[in-house]
């Protein structure tokens, strides 16, 4: 059984490979259920349309971290609406949070980088872990432009940091014109902080609008330098060498 855990040498996927291929590629490569990580960008959303295909393959799924904006569940339903599919939630675990706030208060991840990264594991690290259980490989909508951290994105990648799964990023090669481009062009659903200005959707007291010419990644923990704008949910292990993001 060829399962991600004894995976050869991924093959290299150069630059102008189709996102469908991408998928193609990867998803042959083992053996298992897949899962797609959306939350409710422009470019998962693009992501789950250019797959739509595929989506009986596919488990789609999404974490509430107790913290989104109110138009990011509006996507969600439009989302599943559109495509008659079930989205699978997961939430961070409730005596975690009760006692973060209550020892911390609203507001801790403020206070210092490991404070920060304390409450990304709480509120998504964790439950991404529990929404991986069992998949052989998972689909994200990261793109080499989207920040430094990622300019060295693979299109496949093994996630030692959860368990030796295939992951596999389709969009890693796209532009964000071609993601505009081809939401217009389909009329997706589109989250509407970006219409806002957000560049990258995530936690409300976390994300805020981009203004214009400023750094897509900048809406991110904007109080931190930006060599730490991750969450943890990507760390990252390239070809048997660890990418500390």
């Known amino acids: ?22 998928f193609r590629i990867g998803s042959q490569a083992v053996n ?6 959306c939350s409710f960008s422009i470019d998962d959303v693009v992501l789950i349309d250019l797959l739509r295909e595929h989506l009986d393959q596919i488990r789609v799924f999404a974490i509430d971290t107790g913290r989104l904006n109110e ?7 439009s989302v599943a609406a559109r495509y008659g599919m079930k989205i699978d939630w ?7 949070v009760e006692r973060l706030e209550r020892e911390k208060g609203l507001f801790s991840f403020r206070e210092s980088l490991e404070n920060r990264k304390e409450c990304c594991f709480i509120r998504k690290v964790e439950p991404l872990q529990r929404a991986l259980r069992g998949a052989a490989s998972w689909i994200t909508g990261m793109r080499r432009e989207q920040s430094d951290t990622r300019a060295n994105l693979e299109p496949l990648e093994i996630d030692t940091v959860n368990g030796n799964l295939l992951k596999i ?11 505009l481009d081809y939401a217009r062009k389909h009329r997706l659903p589109v989250n509407r902080l970006h219409q806002q200005g957000y560049t990258s959707i995530g ?23 930006a060599e730490h704008r991750e969450c943890g949910l990507h760390r990252r292990y390239q070809r048997g060498v660890r990418c500390e993001v």
């Open 1 to 22: 059984m060829n399962t991600a855990q004894n995976l050869p040498d991924l093959p290299r996927i150069t630059p102008g490979t189709s996102p469908g291929e991408i």
């Open 32 to 37: 298992g259920s897949t899962a797609l990580a």
């Open 71 to 77: 138009e990011t569940y509006e996507t969600a339903e």
């Open 90 to 96: 997961y939430f961070p675990a409730g005596e975690a």
């Open 169 to 179: 990023n389709p969009l890693a090669f796209w532009s964000t014109k071609q993601v």
């Open 203 to 225: 936690c409300a007291p976390c994300t805020r609008a981009v203004p214009d010419g400023d750094h897509p990644r900048s809406g991110r923990w904007w109080w931190e330098n």
